[in-house]
């Protein structure tokens, strides 16, 4: 669990201010962080939301590192739904290069 890691340098903690925000030991993040046990979904959903990030991100299923909420089509109009359908079937690389052009706008 390497975001675990990325993430608790980000936040400028240590193993043991981790665990102890979390109620497990500083033996059990060291162990999650070098992948030598995984946590309970429990304590999967207790890290998610302290960094407010998906479990997906904490077990490198995905690099978005924020929550992933739901798109409510209702929200959108029939441009920006299809924009997202298109974006959605894109590759990893593809999706960055449009954040880099998106980014390039700010």
Known sequence: MKNLKLLRTQ?????????????????SVYKYENSITVPDI????????YF??????????????????????NMLNAEEFTLIEK???????????IQTVIDSYK
Not at 42 to 49: F, V
């Open 11 to 27: 936040h400028n903690l240590s193993q043991q201010k981790l665990a102890d925000i979390l109620h497990i030991s500083q033996q």
């Open 87 to 97: 974006y959605r079937h894109l590759s990893s690389s593809q999706k960055k290069a």
């Open 52 to 73: 407010n990030t998906s479990i997906d991100y904490l077990v490198e299923y995905t690099d978005i590192p924020h929550k992933i909420e739901p798109v409510q089509a």
């Open 42 to 49: 429990e304590t999967l959903t207790r890290m998610a939301d």
